[in-house]
């Protein structure tokens, strides 16, 4: 009993933390209680629809995407200094002639002695192996970003088949649970509607009793974890496919804070 009161306060600071609200902190003294159910989803998965998702929204996927863009910009830039090169060049020069260095200074604004040069600068490069050997990095670096885009793209892929088997067995898995939880609870059921007739209760009827609890209770534990691996399983697959923020709706986002009731011990009550 001390572990499972441990564990209890021990979730409830997580949730505090993860709530993040100003009002709730973990130096308050705080019960939580979520009021709303967790997310079930019902709705049939497509598989080529996700994975098509997933092709054009996965954020890995659009850094390898950019990485290639900038490769293939690489080559052309290398393919350009590898060309012959023709530049046009001019040039202006004034002159301050005398005898003296002040008399000199004063004829520079004067503009009696200035001089123009244009012309033409022709580079051809003969071997070039720099530029062929820079020309050639770039167009390997171009290989491997094509390369490693491929393998990422086939990871993902991986992933959100995993991801959408594990949404699905989940799923299913809670409907087992749920059937399971349903039968524990009838026969203890059953047995409390006993218990309300017998005259007289033994300590084997007692064991039973208990066992029947133990077993709902770990039916009902079971089924929370399914659904929560649901939750999870839904979730790491929107952050394959770059639907997160679509996850859930905009106003459920704001309101999330509303789904739990927050109390504060004072003296030992629960207002």
Known sequence: MLQAKKTVIDAQDALVR??????????????????????LTTEKIDTSETLKLAMQRNPVLGQARLALDIAR????????????????VASTRTLGMSRGY???????????????????????PIGNRQREAERLRRRLECLKAVSSLQNLADKVAVQAK????QVETSYAEIKIQEEAARAA??????LEEVEEVREKLT???LLVKLQAQGTLAEAQRAEIEAI????????????????????????????????????????????
């Open 102 to 124: 002040g008399d000199s200074h004063d004829r520079l604004f004067s503009g009696d002695h200035q001089s123009y040069e244009i012309g033409l600068s022709l580079e051809y």
């Open 228 to 271: 929560v691996d649901l939750n999870i399983s839904a979730a790491q697959l929107a952050q394959i496919t770059g639907t997160v923020l679509e996850l859930h709706a905009a106003d459920k986002a704001i309101n999330a804070f509303s789904s739990v009731n927050v109390s504060r011990e004072s003296n030992g009550s629960k207002p």
């Open 203 to 205: 300590p084997e009827f």
């Open 185 to 190: 609870q009838i026969h203890l059921r059953a």
């Open 162 to 165: 995993e991801r959408i088997r």
């Open 73 to 88: 910009i690489n080559i052309e830039i290398a393919k350009n200094h590898a060309m012959p090169r023709l530049d046009l």
């Open 18 to 39: 993860l709530i993040a609200d100003p009002q709730a902190n973990l130096l308050s003294d705080l019960e939580i209680v979520p009021v709303t159910s967790p997310h």
